[in-house]
């Protein structure tokens, strides 16, 4: 807002002059200035009485000159803009960016480059940065941020784009201040020291509270000088509405229409107003009424005890100041951004006081509008976060206050992208400011301190205990913005530790420690045992809290480690607070006994106590001490004895009680604790929660079992388990024995003596009952105990298995990111995002998967519509672990039966061993003594034995197969340590005590080892092979492997010879089943041998499903023929149809009369623009539009489809009421969410689910007569008609025609407008006696045999019920295709029929043609059947009109625009010449009253053909222009023109060249007849362009007359190779017409005088002069494309970035959305740009509905750019996203910009997309997504 202003206003230098005065005088002050204002604001910016509140304009040049120019002018004292010139150039470029962001804007990060994931680039930057060709993410801003470029901070690399690398380079030598003239200085800080208080008091008033005295009206304003309008506009007040996030937008409106009764489009428009500003006036009147208005919308919003509405009444003056502090704020942001000295003085002003300016805003954030809060931030931004002093200082300032801030935020409801502590992002990434307010500001403690006065108010027993519904929920989740600021704080760990930051850091560690303490245990859980709990207790809240710390607590860990006093330090802490939790269950001990081993256990029952997930102290520990080695410190060095410091087994408990409860869980004991535990133990497990959960517990156990006995600790282990019992040896028995006592004494009580009969059966069923109950529970308790002994070997393999963690394992980060991909990868290929999604986060949200990626797996490139994938390379498949620590138990069985079948596949033995784990560090190598000791060989000497032996019941494969993997691990264990010449480790030695190779081998062959017996062979094999390495054991390993040799002879002998025999048994059951069948099949064909006989000539008929006529066609003619005297007619062939409802069949056409059973087709019709031409033109008034011919731009049509299948039309008719029944049923609210509309007789297919709107009647063949005609008589000598005689008699009908107006015939009144009355023929005898004396009898005869003939005029008998189907469907054509109210005696039904017929046809052509295949190549059944059923509908349509009339007045109105012309007519340019020739083509038969006929393909249907040809041979001439490109079919020279057409035409050549000439004269001519002026042409040239573009009409023509006469085509039109040449050719050849040239087709004279009076209309020349505009169509081949959209996604997202809203002044749109079928930006999904539709209504729909129905006909495909998704609408109320056509380099979408991977466009995405738009598929896939997607919370449509 910086301005140039050569003429100065005399009252604005005065001021300047007396304002200067003072100045020198030195008494100006701010009052001067505010004194100024007190009188002149209110008189601009004061909102006038009574007016309209939507539209409330100020003249804002009259404010620059009486407001700003004073200020510009005294602070600059003289000419602004040469001051301002001056400053600039004294700035060098500058280095950083700063741009502030909006919402919505396109920012982009580096994955390779960036500090975290809140560094980020503007687009400019990006684009001009090497960043560009990295790894970058792009994302969309919220707002409130700025660029970082220049930010040394931000950036590991690259820290500067090529424009702001020129600012580095010029390094600034000097202080700019220094360089301008102090009294600039005073004069700018004066100036500056006026706006800052101004605003601030201004922008945070309330209601209530009086403005400052200085700018208050006062008493002697009211005298009458020029201040009395000022003191009038004391008594004006407004009614001020305020934006909050509590109320929805739907409850803001419907209270303003109550509260100032305004209509409900003023109403949106108050709404989106107070959302986009923070608030609107919404009433300008006297106090009590605005007070009034007030009131009542907050009585009304109230209610229910809700908060209301946020609404005060201030004097208009008073808005006048804060409309004007708001113009000052903004001003002052574009002063700071345009010089750096500016900037330098603001920020000397507001830090000045200790800053206090800051403070103040900082304290009274909330109490401003969303509009001035964003204002501050963003002059903070500007003034202070630009220079990195300043930057400090604000943070400072900033970290001072937040308490009080957070504070404010909880109770605040305003988002937290509007709130001042959004800023911390920009401050606490910064790591000099971060480690500076650590050391300095204790800003750790400030943070934590503030969250820990929240967490007291919800501590139950010292723990949090965090309800649902509680009141003070939301304020939680508020404060919870806490832990990211934290997480901000902590990013980038100190390089040097100072006192200062170690005591700030401590002291937060502290408090979080507090935090932890809180969280330990929380939400604990209690067995619910004999009933199922009432309620699900709160779950959610814990995990959210805990999903936040877990960004945080790895930070703290890697901060703690960073430094040797520190970690000290803060382990010490750490050990004093788990003894402050220490509790007396942990003090309670009792012994336990398992072999020689007496262990001290801790006294608690999992399965009875309270057990919790939550234990971050715990987890903390184990975080912690893996990092003690490095400084030479271990859990018991002495620096952290502490008293009370817990035990390695007290340290391990809460951990243990975790594992076992999950295991119990497992195991059902739990299934009465409901889905809240089901949750917990899911996300426990789960990617996102597992790091500081899972991972940590087992680290921790891993801990334990460095610091405790092995023994010890698996006995631990044992007990926690409660598998003491299970252990012993005699455990089976003892169950046994129990059992059998059990059951005696239960027999001993049946048997007892009682007195009375009735007691003792009595006492018999109750014993009955107990004892079944008793054994029940054992059966359970035996399950139960089974199912944890499982989960205890596999918790004993994860401890002495699992070492991928830097720090227990020998490996590093990548290799531990490489154990995961490979377990992820061995359950199944996976695409890119999956992968990366299973993946665990690090601190900066990656996952590190690029780093190692490559050389673990190969990545398959995306094929078709599958994404790309990646897929493990198979030298790292020995890498799998079966019991992967991570895996669920679905994906361990996914997994497992994956390799099981890679390996089968392979010819491998069908198990998958354990893999070599890498060594543990030296502080952790003591776990692999848990592999060797005692309890260990005890457990598995136990499992082993027990598999043996048949009886036992607590034994399962499962166990045998982890006992297996353990005992692998083992033996790995003993194979490294023999290699590295370590002699601690002596598995196989111990494993002798147990003879373990001898129970291994016992077990070879046992029938329940079957399943595993695979591993245990690879087991006794690895046994084998690491006692080999021993030389004092190799006698040992010979014995042995001679015994395992014979043993294995043995037992694969037995099992082959078993096997033998058991298939010989089954091979003679077989021979007797088949013997048998053969026998019963000789009897039954003898005994029915005459059904066989009666059915032998038909069944081969009837094995063929759906013949068409294309297969007949190697036993036919080579030259068929479709129409005229060669016509090649073919019996049709009966096809059976199924009906999809009762399953019986049918054929169409067998029934005579009434018993043919009628059968539909599911279809739907739907207006179109598809193919239109000239999108500027809309079908406006479908009541009055006459659908007697297509337009030639083709700008509306009615499209009709089906899925092809078949059902009979009563089971249809009662499929289809049933629906609606079904529908109506419903409350009206769940109808508007369906996939399909009962209100628009719109239903599923029962089979496919296809959308349909009605019912398409399957008909006879029209040929079926003809075809008879022809083998039952021999052709005789049939008189024949010239064309020229044809037409002829055609203009006799035209000239006795008779026309009468609609004023006589009532029913019709609705068609009076768009019909020009009734059109009636004259009888065909008048006819014939007129032609008869121009021409001759003969000729007369032959005229009338082309009506009369019994080919055309024996039509089928069709059913009644067939007939009111056939009307229905014509119906539902005309109400459909126009979407006009049912009326079923209209004219314009046929029309619309034939309409759409030729519709559907033009756009299956388009569509094949887009294809690049030939006309009929790869057409579907659904498109066969669709279209042979409408054509030969469309040929019965005379039969079931209610008024023949209807069929005559069109085709004689038809026939009168084709040969007559005239004014009311249109002209040859503007119709479609095919269209025409449809609607004449089978109207014409029935012209004559009482004569009704149909097309079959006579020489009237030629001579049609060959007039409609010409109408569009002449559009082509018209239209022609010497730069008409010829895309594919253009000659390469004048001389070969026609060299690729048919090899068999004779005289080629010289046919291409008399073509060529006589176009050019046809040219000529048509062009002198229309007077427009000649134009030289190339003759061959010129014949390629008429071929190319005639081809499509022929291609029309061919499907037409294809599938009405049912001619079989020729193999050129069905071959998978598309010549264009030679299709031309065919086409005329199939369609009767010349074979190989075009002359002789229309070389009759007639034909020449239809050619001269098409061009001598008038308009004709007209529309040709103006080609260049879309009123005449001059690309007749053109296929409609989609929008062109650029490769690189944010190309396009840079591009609408700054699209604004049209509804706002101004404002960006939030959701900008283009239709990809015209390329217009629309602002969807926003209330401000929602439009009352239809007009009247009340109702309201979106930006995007409401250009869909223009548009698309109510159908539209819509980009959604920010989001990157594809909208697809149709109608108002359904809708769909699919993906889009946009793929990162991965092939996959990314819809949301969640992934944020560079996107390019895939060119086959995109085609695929315009496949459907072009097939009319849009409405269809949008019901088979809702409908596949029925759980998903539905959409509002009508509102995007």
Not at 1620 to 1643: K, V
Request: charged residues 20%; negative net charge.
């Amino acid at each position: 807002m910086l301005f140039d202003h050569d003429i100065m206003d005399p009252t604005v230098a005065e001021l300047v002059e007396r304002w200067s005065s003072l100045y020198k005088e030195g008494r100006f002050s701010a009052l001067n200035v505010r004194e100024y204002w007190r009188v002149k604001v209110p008189e601009i910016y004061s909102p006038q009485p009574n007016c309209n509140c939507l539209r409330i304009t100020f003249d804002e040049e009259l404010a620059q000159k009486m407001l700003f120019d004073p200020l510009e002018r005294f602070m600059c004292g003289g000419d602004p803009s040469q001051v301002y010139q001056m400053v600039r150039q004294l700035d060098t470029p500058p280095s950083l960016c700063g741009r502030v962001f909006k919402n919505g804007d396109p920012t982009y990060g580096c994955r390779d480059c960036g500090m975290d994931p809140t560094c980020v680039l503007c687009a400019d930057c990006f684009k001009n940065s090497a960043h560009s060709k990295h790894r970058y993410k792009i994302s969309t801003s919220s707002g409130g941020g700025y660029c970082d470029c220049g930010d040394r901070e931000a950036w590991k690399s690259d820290v500067f784009c090529d424009i702001h690398i020129k600012g580095q380079m010029a390094e600034q030598s000097k202080n700019p201040l220094e360089m301008i003239p102090p009294d600039l200085i005073e004069r700018i800080h004066l100036i500056f020291d006026c706006i800052l208080p101004y605003a601030k008091e201004l922008l945070t008033y309330e209601e209530g509270f009086s403005i400052p005295k200085d700018l208050e009206i006062r008493e002697q304003d009211r005298e009458p000088t020029n201040l009395s309008s000022l003191y009038d506009s004391k008594d004006t007040f407004v009614t001020m509405l305020y934006n909050d996030e509590t109320h929805t937008y739907d409850q803001v409106i419907s209270t303003l229409e109550r509260a100032i009764d305004c209509s409900q489009k003023d109403a949106v428009a108050f709404a989106t107003s107070i959302d986009r500003e923070g608030r609107c006036i919404v009433r300008c009147s006297s106090f009590q009424q605005c007070s009034q208005t007030k009131n009542v919308m907050e009585k009304q919003t109230s209610r229910g005890s809700g908060r209301p509405l946020r609404v005060q009444v201030m004097p208009t003056y008073v808005i006048a100041h804060q409309i004007f502090a708001s113009r000052l704020l903004t001003w002052l942001h574009n002063i700071l951004e345009s010089a750096q000295a500016f900037r330098l003085i603001f920020s000397e002003i507001v830090n000045r006081d200790g800053g206090s300016i800051v403070e103040n805003i900082i304290w009274t954030d909330t109490k401003m509008w969303k509009t001035a809060r964003v204002q501050w931030h963003r002059l903070f931004i500007s003034g202070m976060l630009m220079d990195q002093e300043s930057k400090k200082m604000f943070a400072r300032t900033f970290t001072k206050n937040y308490s009080r801030m957070m504070k404010d935020f909880i109770l605040d409801d305003h988002d937290h992208a509007v709130s001042v502590a959004s800023l911390g992002v920009q401050l606490f990434t910064m790591p000099t400011i971060a480690h500076m307010l650590v050391a300095e500001e204790d800003v750790l403690a400030r943070l934590l301190n503030t969250f820990l006065s929240e967490c007291d108010k919800k501590l139950k027993d010292n723990k949090l205990a965090l309800e649902q519904r509680s009141s003070n929920t939301l304020s939680f989740r508020r404060i919870q913005y806490i832990l990211y600021d934290l997480k901000y704080l902590l990013g980038v760990k100190p390089e040097v530790w100072t006192r200062e930051l170690r005591s700030g850091f401590l002291h937060g560690y502290n408090l979080l420690l507090r935090l932890l303490s809180m969280m330990q245990g929380m939400d604990p859980m209690v067995r619910q045992v004999g009933t199922h709990m009432e309620y699900e207790p709160e779950w959610e809240s814990a995990f959210n809290l805990h999903i936040k710390l877990a960004a945080v607590i790895p930070l703290v860990i890697e901060w703690a480690a960073s430094d040797r006093i520190v970690l000290i330090k803060a382990y010490r802490m750490l050990m004093k607070s788990l003894a402050e939790l220490c509790t007396e269950d942990m003090k309670r001990r009792y012994v336990r006994e398992l072999l020689d081993y007496s262990v001290s256990c801790i006294e608690y029952d999992v399965s009875s106590a309270p057990v919790s997930i939550h234990l971050p102290l715990s987890r903390l520990v184990a975080g912690l001490t893996l990092h003690l080695d490095k400084y030479g410190l271990n859990y018991n060095s002495p620096e952290f004895l502490v008293t009370g410091k817990p035990s390695p087994e007290e340290l391990m408990e809460p951990v243990l009680r975790t594992q076992v409860m999950i295991a119990q869980v497992h195991a059902g004991m739990w299934r009465r604790n409901g889905f809240s535990l089901i949750n917990q133990i899911y996300f426990y497990h789960n990617v996102r929660c597992r790091q500081e959960m899972l991972d940590r517990d087992v680290m921790l156990l891993q801990i334990a079992a460095t610091l405790i006995d092995s023994n010890e600790f698996l006995v631990h282990l044992l007990n926690r388990f409660n598998l003491m019992s299970w252990a012993q040896e005699d455990y089976e028995m003892k169950y046994l024995r129990d059992d059998v006592e059990d059951g005696v004494a239960g027999k001993a009580h049946a048997t007892t003596a009682t007195p009375h009969r009735a007691f003792r059966v009595f006492r018999q069923v109750h014993l009955v009952l107990v004892n079944s109950s008793k054994l029940g529970n054992d059966e359970d308790n035996m399950r139960q105990t089974v199912v944890l002994v499982e989960e205890y070997l596999q918790l004993v393999m994860t401890i002495v298995s699992e070492r991928y963690t830097p720090g227990i394992g020998q490996i590093g980060e990548e290799e531990r990111i490489k154990k995961e991909i490979i377990q992820l990868l061995s359950i199944e290929p996976m695409p890119h995002s999956v992968l990366n999604k299973a993946l665990p986060e690090g601190t900066n949200h990656e996952t590190g998967m690029e780093k190692v990626i490559d050389s673990v797996a190969d990545f398959k490139k995306s094929s078709g519509a599958t994404k790309g994938f990646y897929e493990l390379k198979k030298s790292y498949y020995s890498h799998y672990n079966l019991f992967f620590y991570h895996y669920t138990r679905e994906e361990q069985s996914k997994s497992e039966v994956a390799q099981r079948a890679r390996k089968k596949t392979a010819g491998e033995e069908e198990c998958c061993p354990p893999p070599v784990p890498p060594a543990f560090t030296v502080p952790f190598t003591m776990i692999v003594n848990i592999l060797q000791c005692d309890v260990f060989l005890h457990i598995l000497k136990t499992v082993l034995k027990r598999m043996m032996d048949l009886k036992s019941q607590s034994v399962s494969e499962s166990q045998l197969q982890k006992v297996l993997h353990l005992v692998g691990y083992a033996l790995h264990e003993e194979e490294r340590y023999y290699h590295n010449n370590d002699p601690y480790f002596h598995f196989t030695r111990r494993a002798q005590k147990i003879n373990l190779l001898g129970l291994l081998e016992g077990l070879v062959g046992h029938h329940r080892t079957t399943t595993h017996k695979d591993l245990l062979a690879w087991t006794i094999r690895k046994y084998h092979s690491v006692l080999s390495l021993s030389a004092s054991s190799s006698k040992e390993a010979q014995t042995s492997e001679a015994v395992m040799a014979s043993t294995s002879t043995s037992v694969a002998a037995s099992a082959s010879s078993e096997k033998k025999r058991r298939s010989d048994i089954a091979a003679q059951r077989k021979a007797r089943i088949m013997m048998k069948m053969a026998s019963m099949q000789q009897n039954f064909i003898k005994t029915n041998e005459t059904l066989f006989q009666e059915t032998s000539s038909t069944e081969q008929t009837n094995d063929v499903v759906e013949p068409t006529p294309m297969d007949l066609t190697e036993q036919l003619p080579e030259d068929m023929i479709a129409i005229g005297p060669r016509q090649t007619l073919v019996q049709p062939q009966e096809v059976s149809h199924t009906c999809i409802l009762c399953h019986q069949e049918d054929q169409v056409g067998r029934g005579e009369g009434s018993t043919g059973r009628a059968m539909v087709l599911g279809a739907l019709v739907q207006r179109s623009t598809v193919l239109s031409r000239n999108r500027a033109r809309r079908l406006d008034q479908p009541d009055n539009h006459d659908p007697l011919l297509l337009p030639a731009d083709l700008y509306w049509g009615a499209h009709t489809s089906s899925c092809g299948h078949t059902m009979h039309a009563h089971c249809w008719q009662e499929y289809f009421d049933d629906v609606v029944k079904k529908e109506r049923r419903k409350p009206y609210r769940f109808r508007q969410n369906l996939s399909f509309d009962i209100d628009k007789s719109e239903y599923l297919c029962p089979l496919c689910e296809a959308l349909c709107n009605t019912a398409l009647p399957l008909l006879p063949s029209v040929t079926t007569t003809a075809v008879n005609l022809r083998s039952q008589d021999p052709p005789s000598a049939t008189p024949t008609i010239s064309l020229t005689d044809w037409i002829k008699g055609l203009q006799t009908i035209l000239k006795h025609k008779s026309v009468h107006s609609h004023r006589d015939e009532k029913e019709e009144e609705e068609d009076t407008n768009c019909v020009e009355g009734t059109w009636t023929p004259p009888s065909l005898p008048s006819v014939v006696m007129d032609l008869m004396s121009i021409t001759s009898p003969e000729t007369a005869e032959a005229f009338t045999n082309l009506f009369s003939n019994l080919a055309a005029t024996t039509i089928p008998a069709i059913p009644s019920y067939t007939m009111n189907m056939m009307s229905n469907f014509a119906h539902a054509v005309y109400v459909h295709g126009l979407g006009v109210h049912p009326n079923l005696s209209s004219r314009r039904i046929p029309l619309m029929v034939w309409a759409s017929a030729a519709y559907t046809i033009l756009t299956l052509e388009e569509t094949q043609r887009n294809a690049n295949r030939a006309l009929l190549t790869s057409l579907s059944s659904r498109q066969r059947d669709c279209l042979s059923a409408l054509i030969r509908f469309a040929a019965y349509v005379p039969q079931c009109v209610k008024k023949k009339q209807a069929i005559e007045s069109a085709s004689v109105r038809l026939l009168s625009v084709i040969l007559e012309g005239g004014e009311t007519a249109p002209c040859i340019l503007e119709w479609d010449s095919f269209s025409a020739l449809v609607t004449l083509s089978l109207s014409l038969p029935s012209i004559f009253p009482k004569i009704l006929g149909m097309a079959v393909g006579s020489m009237q249907d030629l001579y049609l053909l060959q007039v409609c040809f010409l109408a569009h041979l002449v559009q082509l001439l018209l239209t022609y222009e010497k730069q008409n490109p010829v895309s594919e079919m253009e000659v390469e020279d004048d001389e070969e023109g026609g060299e690729e057409a048919p090899k068999d035409s004779a005289g080629e050549s010289g046919a291409a060249t008399g073509d060529a000439e006589w176009l050019v004269s046809m040219l000529d001519h048509c062009r002198r007849m229309a007077s427009l002026p000649p134009i030289a042409v190339q003759p061959q040239r010129l014949l390629a362009y008429i071929k190319e573009n005639c081809l499509p009409f022929l291609r029309c023509c061919g499907l037409f007359f294809h599938f009405l006469t049912e001619v079989p085509a020729p193999e050129e039109l069905q071959s998978s190779v598309f010549v264009w040449e030679s299709e031309f050719y065919c086409l005329l050849r199939y369609l009767g017409l010349s074979i190989n040239q075009l002359r002789p087709t229309f070389d009759d004279p007639a034909l020449l005088e239809l050619v001269s009076r098409w061009c001598s209309d008038s308009r004709v020349r007209t529309l040709v002069t103006s080609a260049g505009s879309e009123a005449c169509v001059n690309s007749w081949t053109r296929i409609n494309q989609l929008v062109s959209l650029p490769h690189d996604y944010s190309e396009l997202i840079n591009t609408v970035s700054q699209f604004p809203c049209p509804a706002s002044s101004g404002d960006d749109s939030r959701t900008p959305t283009m239709c990809l079928v015209c390329g217009k930006m629309l602002c969807s999904q926003s209330y401000c740009c929602q439009t009352e539709f239809p007009e009247g209504s009340r109702v309201m729909v979106g930006a995007c509905t409401y250009h869909a129905h223009y548009c698309g006909a109510g159908t539209g495909i819509f980009l959604r750019v920010r989001e990157c998704k594809i909208l697809l609408l149709s109608g108002r109320i359904k809708g769909c996203f699919v993906s889009p056509p946009y793929l990162d380099e991965y092939g996959e979408t990314d819809q949301g910009l969640k992934r944020g991977n560079p996107l390019h466009l895939d060119a086959t995405q995109y085609s695929r997309l315009h496949a459907m738009w072009l097939s009319h598929s849009i409405p269809d896939t949008i019901a088979h997504t809702v409908e596949s997607n029925s759980g998903v919370v539905p959409t509002e449509w009508q509102h995007l």
